[in-house]
């Protein structure tokens, strides 16, 4: 079983930043990909950014220039920071991992955790 824990959301003002973790656990041989996705109310869920193993990066258009992303293998966690945060990055935001074990290949995601910015 494989958990993931995420911490770093809250209540910021525009233009402010934060900065959001994921620590995954359990029974795995490694983790292949680390990523955040965020839902806005009434909106589907989309990709924010994901990182690979090898630390290739891809990020949606709308986070470009503001968010990054980064990973610490030693760790097994996944880091957001988060900057010039607009009211539209409003959302509950989710990392999910892509782990290698002996169930094969599986993706795992994170409880969510809330991110508000105020205009």
């Known amino acids: 079983q494989v958990q993931l824990v995420e911490s770093g959301g809250g209540l910021v003002q525009a233009g402010g930043s934060l900065r959001l973790s994921c620590a995954t656990s359990?029974?795995?041989?490694?983790?292949?990909?680390m990523g955040w996705y965020r839902q806005a109310p009434e909106k589907q869920r989309e990709l924010v950014a994901t990182i690979t193993s090898a630390n290739s990066t891809n990020y949606a258009d709308s986070v470009k220039g503001r968010f990054t992303i980064s990973r610490d293998n030693a760790k097994n966690t996944v880091y957001l920071q988060m900057n010039s945060l607009k009211p539209e990055d409003t959302a509950v935001y989710y990392c999910?991992?892509?782990?290698?074990?002996?169930?094969?290949?599986?993706?795992?995601w994170g409880q969510g955790t809330q991110v508000t910015v105020s205009s």
């Open positions: 359990g029974s795995f041989f490694r983790i292949l990909v």
């Open positions: 999910k991992t892509t782990c290698v074990g002996w169930y094969g290949r599986r993706d795992y």
